[in-house]
């Protein structure tokens, strides 16, 4: 099952991911002011995007929907990466929601309209399946625009693997989720 190659909101253009697009998103993810919140994950070579890039798309390839390049409608301009990619952990799946865009957009409404679709795809393909957004709490913006895409937080716990010892990270979701599914999102 393919979503259609090219959704359009009021100001982006959104496309599945192609190799194409890795040397843009490679930029992006080196990028240290996207990563301002987790200093440790930006992407210090092309290949931790190359890696990115074949994890969406193989959430493309299995469920039919993974995130999106976003593009300014207009010119074009690389804006970011988006959307909804499957996660399987312990046996369970659930629709990981994701926004990363250029700092320089950031505070202007894009990733709602990225969420806004991305919900909707989900919602379509899987509706059986929770959309989960999980995000550092000391993030204030990514947790704005959760809240402002109608998620709920359902959980909280330590950020496993990040080198600060007392990050936490938040878990929002669109429904309530058991502890199962609880663990399994903050383990992954």
Not at 64 to 88: I, M, T
Not at 95 to 100: A, D, H, K, S
Not at 119 to 128: F, K, L, Q, Y
């Amino acid at each position: 099952m393919q979503a259609d190659p090219t959704v359009r909101t009021a100001r982006t253009t959104l496309t599945r991911p192609v190799a194409g697009d890795l040397d843009e998103l490679a930029t992006l993810h080196a990028d240290a002011r996207v990563w301002e919140h987790l200093p440790s994950g930006r992407h210090t070579g092309p290949e931790a995007t190359a890696r990115l890039l074949l994890a969406v798309q193989r959430s493309w390839e299995s469920a039919g929907l993974g995130s999106w390049v976003v593009r300014d409608a207009g010119s074009g301009e690389l804006l970011g990466l988006g959307g909804c990619d499957l996660r399987v952990a312990g046996g369970l799946r659930w629709w990981n929601l994701g926004y990363r865009l250029h700092r320089a957009v950031w505070g202007r409404g894009l990733a709602q309209e990225v969420i806004t679709e991305a919900r909707a795809e989900a919602g379509r393909r899987a509706p059986d399946l929770a959309v989960v957004a999980f995000l550092l709490e000391h993030n204030e913006g990514s947790r704005r625009a959760a809240e402002r895409a109608g998620l709920r937080l359902v959980g909280r716990g330590p950020d496993r693997g990040n080198p600060d010892p007392q990050a936490v990270r938040l878990v929002f979701a669109d429904r309530e989720v058991d502890e199962d599914l609880l663990s399994a999102v903050l383990g992954a």
